[in-house]
């Protein structure tokens, strides 16, 4: 009798001992007979978390694969992707026998069933992905959850290296209502088991690349509890080939040409009208292309823009430069010598630094008549300087000269005030020659200078590119 009362006790304290449902049975290997099996020990339930007391805790493990990188909104600092959600727990109890009821799984309607509440904390719109209304159901009380889910996630975008830059967006999978001691969230796979499955099921090859995937449980305290979290690292690399075809090579092409035009002489006016040329130039490519350049509405601004900013000072500056050139080379006739301090600074130091061999301005003007056709006298320079007015004119002989003599003689000293003047007026004055001078060298020297600051320029933001 003893005996028989204890096996009483145990057959009604077992399904107390098993878990949050009894053991289901099946009359037949069918899915009717299974499925009134659950209705009658299951769905009841569906509005209790499947534990056996309050107090226990229930794990629930999540996976993560990334399927596809729809955009990347810099200026709503928004990151949209594909993916899918796999959430997997054990309903405590619940159990039958794979051929008594002619199944190992089954799948059921999500509303039967309680559902963790798991939410992408990052979320700024609602979920457009197609619903998935099924779960699997496992003969070991296992609910198999899986679902695709479009999410637009808010991501802290660093654009500072742009086209080159990598992004680190974070997804954080948690209850929403549950603390942690309701509910504990661990991961199913490891980071590299994610990052694998993510690259061979990916489906977009868009502007970026997935880099790496890693996970992190964290436990969030707030003011009414903790709650237990998985955190999501999704590390984006962009492709910057098309940036670099579209925006750096012809922007490297414009300042090349500008560097190029220093060639041309500087006195030239087409030098300064293809320089005007470029600016304009650059200045449409900027605005054609400025819907290709992120923006943000942070303070931070990108190296690229740094870039095309100096590109277009350097090529003003430039411009500047061929204008002042210009005006030296072209106006020195209107300006007296040159100070003597300035000249020996250029001439003869700065000549040297650019290495421009110094110039003779002398003029040397010499005629010797003939002495068949003139026997009685010589013109001398003493002559042709009193055509120009420097000395006064040599008073002529005592004894009267022949006339055709004195027309000969006439005539000489014409041709050669002539030819003086026309010297003057094809070689310049000898502060003419000076200022010109002074203007080559000026032009080689700044020329130095720009070609230093671009190379100083540029090499600094590629290294602030690499190094970042």
């Known amino acids: ?87 997997e727990w054990y309903i405590d109890g619940l159990s039958w026998d794979e051929k008594e009821c002619g199944t190992e799984r089954v799948s059921i309607p999500r509303k039967n069933l309680w559902v963790p509440d798991v939410q992408i904390s990052e979320f700024m719109d609602e979920d457009k992905s197609p619903k998935s209304p099924y779960v699997y159901l496992y003969n070991t009380g296992r609910v198999y959850d899986d679902r695709p889910i479009r999410v637009v996630s808010s991501c802290r975008l660093e654009i500072y290296t742009f086209p080159f830059d990598r992004q680190n967006c974070t997804l954080t999978f948690g209850s929403y209502i549950h603390y942690a001691g309701d ?37 969030l305290e707030i003011l009414d509890g903790t709650y237990s979290e998985i955190r999501y690292f999704v590390i984006l690399k962009r492709r910057p080939l098309l940036y670099v075809v ?13 560097l190029f035009s220093f060639l041309l002489p500087p006195h030239s006016v087409d030098r300064g009208a293809f320089k005007m040329t470029l600016i304009l130039g650059y200045t449409v490519f900027l605005l054609i292309m400025n819907d290709l350049l992120p923006v943000t509405g942070e303070m931070t601004t990108p190296l690229i823009n740094t870039l095309f900013c100096i590109s277009l000072a350097l090529m003003v500056a430039s411009l500047l430069e061929t204008v002042f050139i210009t005006n030296i080379q072209c106006s020195s006739r209107q300006y007296g010598a040159a100070p003597h301090w300035l000249s020996v600074l250029v001439l003869r130091y700065l000549a040297v630094v650019v290495r421009i061999p110094p110039k003779k301005t002398n003029i040397t003007v010499s005629l010797q008549a003939s002495a068949r056709a003139m026997n009685t006298s010589i013109i001398s320079s003493r002559d042709l300087q009193s055509v120009s007015g420097e000395i006064p004119p040599v008073k002529p002989p005592l004894t009267p000269p022949e006339p055709s003599l004195d027309e000969l003689r006439a005539l000489s000293i014409d041709l050669l005030a002539i030819r003086l003047q026309m010297d003057k007026h094809f070689q310049g004055s000898k502060a003419s020659q000076e200022w010109q001078m002074i203007g080559i060298v000026i032009d080689r020297l700044l020329f130095g200078f720009y070609i230093v600051f671009i190379s100083v320029c540029f090499l600094t933001i590629l290294c602030l590119w690499i190094w970042s």
């Open 246 to 258: 579209n925006l750096l090579v012809p922007s490297c092409f414009l300042i090349t040409l500008d």
């Open 183 to 219: 509910i504990t969230m661990l991961p199913s796979k490891t980071p590299e088991e994610d990052l694998e499955e993510s690259r061979q099921v990916i489906e977009t090859r868009g502007e970026w690349e997935l880099v790496d995937i890693e996970t992190a449980p964290i436990t």
């Open 1 to 87: 009798m003893r005996e028989v009362k204890t096996a009483g006790l145990i057959f009604i304290c077992f399904p107390l001992l098993h878990g949050f449902v009894a053991a289901l049975n099946c009359t037949s290997p069918t899915p009717e007979s299974l499925f009134a099996g659950l209705e009658k020990e299951l769905f009841p339930t569906k509005l209790l978390r499947p534990v056996k007391s309050f107090s226990d805790t229930l794990n629930v493990t999540i996976s993560m694969t990334l399927v596809g990188i729809i955009g990347v909104n810099e200026k709503e600092q928004s990151l949209t992707t594909f993916i899918w959600q796999v959430l």
